[in-house]
């Protein structure tokens, strides 16, 4: 079957470290992968996009990584601050049925 | 730039009722909108793809009949959920592609609906 794993359980980090969030997938071929950052209560805000051809993308103090053999992306927030705290989606787009699947997030928690 | 907007933020309605969520792109045009709905601690999941101008398509269980999307123009797609039951109480959120810019698979999402049907 189809699956995006991410951790379920909240990630819990003292401010000013690096968090690492994982998203696993199986028997998907997504053309890209995308991060999003959900706040309680609201839509999803996009944050950074890589392609199946890429293997890291940066944009401030995001980064993303992708290896479509381990079939796997890693995001990191470095220098994480408590404003970071949210929960952080993963999502598949399938050029082949022309939609984003998303994974069920994992939420992370920055201490001040 | 790139701002959707969905109206309303929240609503609450007896059941049997019907009720429209408003999904509009305010600064871009969209030819692609997506329905989602987001079950607490959940992922969301896509009901339907409407296309300006044509009909929705619909994930596989989600009853078209029940969940009335249009998508009447290229700033507008609205979802009507008819003879509401408790259990269509959800979040529902919708997200929107911007024609202009080629090659872009950025969605924009709006800030979300919550239906609770009592």
């Known amino acids: 079957s189809q699956k995006i794993e991410q951790n379920s359980e909240a990630l819990n980090i003292q401010e000013g470290k690096t968090a690492t969030l994982t998203c696993n997938y199986t028997?998907?071929?997504?053309?890209?992968l995308q991060w999003y950052r959900q706040d309680p209560g609201r839509g999803p805000v996009f944050l950074l996009l890589?392609?199946?051809?890429?293997k890291e993308k940066r944009k401030e103090r995001l980064k993303v990584t992708f290896d479509t053999t381990l079939k796997q992306s890693l995001f990191h927030i470095t220098a994480s601050q408590p404003a970071d705290s949210a929960t952080y989606l993963c999502a598949l787009w399938m050029d082949s049925s022309y939609k984003l699947i998303f994974g069920s997030g994992t939420r992370l928690l920055v201490r001040p | 730039g790139a701002v959707v907007s969905q109206h309303p933020s929240w609503v609450i309605c007896k059941s049997g009722t019907s009720v429209k969520i408003e999904c509009r792109s305010l600064?871009?045009?969209?030819?692609?909108m997506f329905w989602y709905r987001q079950f607490p601690k959940q992922s969301l999941m896509l009901m339907a793809t409407?296309?300006?101008?044509?009909?929705?398509?619909?994930e596989q269980g989600v009853e078209k009949d029940k969940f009335l999307i249009n998508h009447a123009s290229l700033t507008l797609s609205t979802l009507t959920v008819t003879s509401a039951h408790p259990e269509d109480s959800s979040f529902y959120i919708c997200s929107a592609r911007d024609r202009q810019v080629l090659g872009s698979y950025e969605q924009y999402f709006g800030p979300g609906t919550r239906l609770t049907v009592t």
């Open positions: 600064d871009f045009q969209a030819t692609t």
């Open positions: 409407s296309n300006e101008g044509s009909k929705a398509t619909y």
């Open positions: 890589i392609r199946e051809n890429e």
């Open positions: 028997n998907y071929s997504p053309a890209y």
